[in-house]
């Protein structure tokens, strides 16, 4: 089954958005150097076209609002090759050298958009993809990193705190949760990991297949984590608001920039209660009130508290900064760093599709396989 309601919510939820953001676009509209709205004249017109030897611009400029703040205003794309957590052989090493960047990234390509390669290589860390299994092959959408617009990392791992770059063990609370293959508000049990899940998938009933799984929703953060593929985004932007969409979803999120108080601990949004403010050039977007079926790495609703930070690095680059901080999950808070590359836009819609067979062939699975295994477990009718 198609989701219309869907289409139609996100036309609606685009016409808010025009309403709201009108000035930015007709800037944008009128004048094709809009990304440097808000910087004076006189800035403007220092802006040369000077590079040095190695061909960086030295006379860029931030591009501001007309209230001095920094503008984040365009279309970006994150996605990357570089692993979550730092493989072991690097050590404490934050920085891989040119050669080894070089290599990374021709890997990841290989690994990721040429046909056949997926089942042998893994970007994630080192360990292999199962041939065999079901994951989305990106190759099968004719998709390319260049339509995606990657560009090499020279990070050995997004994560870069702990200094180890690896994420933080798990509290006694969250094994146990992990071990009795249960989230805290339901949902598939794909505790801990964000690609290869952790515990095994009971799917007692539909509520168990997830939000994803519906698609209900699909993406849009916080964090804002890059896939395989459709990892664009949008951002509009003025004194009082910053709007982020994801192209995985088409998903959005409308972030207070003007001091707006967090809404009662009642209420649960898709993507929590984000309130932004400024720190020098850095906006800071605190996120609580997060739903139980929709918490970062299943963490726990209640304690789970996410901070990202968005700072402008150089014309094409903005340097993306989220730390999670959950001590019902983690024995202590942990944070990555993922670059945002400049883009030429547009995102398409993203049409995600339920398919009426979908819930029922997962629930089938799920039975088949207890059957196999021995544990003989009856399909549930809750």
Known sequence: MRKCLGIVSSALTIGAVLVVFAPIFVAAQSSPGAAKAGVSPAAQASVKSNTNAGGKDQTWVMPRMADGHPDFS?????????????????????????????????????????????????????????????????????????????????????????????????TPEAKARLAAGARPGGGFPYVIDDHHGGAVVHADNARDLGQNTSCVTQSGGPPLIPAEYNSGLFIA???????IETETGSEFRIIPLDGHEHVSSNIHQWHGDSRGHWEGDTLVVETTNLRPDHTYRNGAPSTQKITEYFKRSSADTIEYK?????????????????????????????????????????????????????????ISQK
């Open 74 to 170: 365009g279309y970006w794309n994150s996605l990357t090759f570089t692993p979550m957590e730092r493989p072991t052989k690097y050590g404490n090493r934050e920085f891989l050298t040119p050669e080894e960047m070089k290599g990374t990234f021709r890997s990841g390509v290989r690994g990721s958009y040429e046909p056949g390669a997926q089942g042998s290589e893994d970007r994630y860390g080192g360990e292999l993809f199962n041939p065999d299994s079901v994951d989305y092959d990106a190759t099968t959408y004719g998709l390319s990193p260049w339509q995606n617009g990657i560009k090499p990392n020279p990070r050995t791992s997004l994560v870069v705190d702990p200094p180890d770059g690896k994420i933080p063990p798990l």
């Open 237 to 243: 932007q003025n004194s009082a608001y910053m709007l």
């Open 322 to 378: 989220f730390t999670v901080d959950d001590p019902s999950t983690w024995t202590e808070p942990w944070s990555a760093i993922i670059p945002m590359s400049a883009s030429t836009g547009p995102l398409f819609e993203y049409d995600c599709s339920e398919n009426n067979n979908d819930a029922v062939n997962i629930l089938a699975g799920a039975r088949a396989f207890e059957k196999k295994t021995g544990e003989g477990k009856p």
